[in-house]
């Protein structure tokens, strides 16, 4: 293993500065340089699903990844295996644009909470509804921005139960 790394190094010193540059995890190059068997090339460190740059981290991304020649990715591919091959890096517009949309959706959530509060409290006569408290407080999270995935539909099913045939509290 030693010897492949030296050979790796050399490849990279050896190259003049080549068209095509490749982006590598730091995260893997570590293994590389410190571990006995590194494993698979694995560049999802700094991948979102769609294979682009994550936009959570991009401001980050020059302590997320390490420029090899093209040389040095093929040395390395052969050898490892993995990846994806990484040869631009830019920010994936259908996260941010899916962020966008998770946002604003919070945003009216948040606000739709906020007038209902209010309404309900103008009205003490106003019908009583009951919803499941674990629910509610993992809806409570996504809209507070500590939870980034929404919950499901609500599932009342732990607050209630079928008695001769009907749905009734618990």
Known sequence: MEIAREEVLLLDKDTEPALMKFYVSVEWLIKFLT????????????????????PGMFEQIGSR??????????????????????????????CIREAKMLEERRSRE????????ELAN??????????????????????????????CQIDNREITKVKDGRVVLD
Not at 110 to 117: F, G, N, P, W
Not at 131 to 150: C, H, L, N, Y
């Open 122 to 151: 103008e009205h003490e006569l106003a019908p009583t509804f009951y919803i499941s408290m674990s629910w509610f407080r993992k809806w409570q999270a996504f809209i507070d921005g500590t939870e980034s995935v929404p919950p």
């Open 65 to 94: 990844v390490c420029v090899v020649s093209e040389q040095t990715w093929h040395a390395l591919h052969r050898r490892f295996g993995g990846g994806p091959a990484v040869t631009r890096i830019h920010p994936c517009t259908t």
């Open 110 to 117: 948040r606000h739709m909470y906020r007038k209902l509060s």
């Open 35 to 54: 571990f006995a068997e590194p494993g698979p090339i694995n560049n999802r460190h700094f991948l979102c699903p769609h294979e682009n740059a994550d």
